[in-house]
């Protein structure tokens, strides 16, 4: 399954909202620096759905998409 991710980061909490079937919002506290931010993105998202995640695009963008294995609903 593939999700597109709009990810702001530096925020005060951890906060996922879901725009649409396969587009989510995600807030996190880590700053974009030094990979911080996608690494607390990927470990967030393995944590939730209880799977292997993948970012295939936009290591150094907001806009992600993320390739979930073994895919259940976040």
Do not use: W
Request: glycine fraction near 2%; proline fraction near 1%; charge should be positive.
């Amino acid at each position: 399954m593939i999700i597109n991710v709009k990810v702001h980061s530096n925020s005060k909490k951890q906060k996922i909202d879901k725009l649409s079937e396969d587009s989510y919002l995600i807030y996190l506290k880590k700053p974009a620096e030094d990979n911080k931010a996608n690494l607390e993105l990927l470990k967030l998202l393995k944590k939730n759905l209880k799977t292997e995640v993948k970012i295939i695009k936009g290591f150094k963008s907001r806009n992600k998409i993320i390739e979930i294995k073994n895919a259940n609903k976040i």
